[in-house]
């Protein structure tokens, strides 16, 4: 029984997956140790937690023993809320993002003791390209179904509980870092430094997750709504829904106009739709993700 599950895990394990996590925990390797933590700069979550108690402990306890030590438990213990699968990839790119920091420290010719190899001392660019790095690194394993740092898995668990939200509790675990760093090195620069990083890797990992170019959703509610469409279709190229509905207050019938744009169609639309039906009521939000139907002839190749 036991040796069917695990052939069973082992078949949901993907080859794409792992590729896509191993370049990811490279990348955040390249991040933390080339720009971040030559210059006493520090990353978020467990990462920067690693980087400031590898600063203020022996040398033999080293960034990627913290990495180790920190994350792998903390993921082995979400096991039940995050998946099996979850949990195998998370290990994986802590385990890649671990091994690349040493030996990109200690084994590969480069220097890193002091200074940045890439961008010297200057705290902005390394607190910059560090962040979206790194950020780059943490935006695909998310993306490849991992994560490459624990505080993810804590602000899951724990979150709720305090009433926060993962996002609120992720940045105030930040925040503690950045406080503690700057109380410890009696200094705030590298901790400011280290915020501009942190909002660096932040939108860096919404691009890589979400995409750079995000879709649109419009929703348009219009009394003249085959009109609507017929404009929007000949002028656009757009695949577009229509939805009976009725107004609470007036009691009278509508319809609802669905489609999905690019931000560059936006503009076009609400010219569109106001100059076709000047009462028209239209709402745009972004849309991160967009699953488009798979034929069956396409399924059975």
């Not at 997956?17 to 990348?27: F, K, R, S, Y």
């Not at 010719?109 to 390209?129: E, M, R, T």
């Not at 996002?167 to 590298?190: A, D, K, P």
Request: with cysteine; aromatic share 12%; glycine share 8%.
């Amino acid at each position: 029984m036991k040796k069917r599950k695990f052939n069973v895990i082992l078949t949901k394990i993907k080859m794409k997956n792992l590729i896509g996590l191993t370049l990811a925990g490279v990348i955040n390797s390249v991040g933390v140790t080339m720009f971040l933590a030559p210059v006493d700069l520090y990353d978020s979550g467990f990462s920067g937690t690693s980087i400031l108690l590898s600063q203020l402990t022996p040398s033999f306890l080293t960034l990627s023993l913290f990495l180790i030590v920190l994350n792998v438990p903390l993921f082995l213990f979400g096991i039940k809320k995050e998946g099996i699968i979850f949990t195998i990839y998370a290990l994986y790119s802590v385990f890649i993002y671990s091994l690349f920091a040493f030996l990109i420290i200690y084994v590969f010719p480069v220097d890193v003791s002091v200074v940045s190899p890439l961008a010297g001392d200057d705290l902005l660019l390394c607190a910059i390209f560090g962040g979206v790095i790194s950020g780059i690194g943490s935006g695909l394993a998310i993306r490849f179904g991992g994560a490459i740092d624990g505080i993810d898995v804590l602000a899951v668990i724990f979150a709720k509980k305090l009433n926060l939200s993962v996002g609120s509790f992720v940045m105030i675990f930040n925040l503690f870092l950045y406080i503690v760093s700057g109380v410890v090195l009696n200094s705030w620069i590298l901790p400011l430094y280290s915020i501009v990083a942190y909002v660096s890797g932040l939108k860096t990992i919404d691009y890589i997750v979400d995409g750079i170019d995000r879709s649109k959703s419009a929703i348009i509610i219009s009394n003249k709504a085959d009109a609507v469409c017929r404009e929007l279709s000949s002028t656009l190229g757009v695949g577009i829904t229509v939805i009976d509905a009725k107004g609470y207050y007036s009691n009278t019938t509508k319809q609802i106009v669905y489609i999905v744009i690019n931000r560059f169609q936006v503009s076009k639309t609400k010219n569109i739709v106001h100059e076709t039906d000047p009462r028209a009521y239209i709402t745009i939000s972004e849309v991160s993700d967009i699953f488009k139907s798979v034929k069956r002839s396409e399924k059975k190749s």
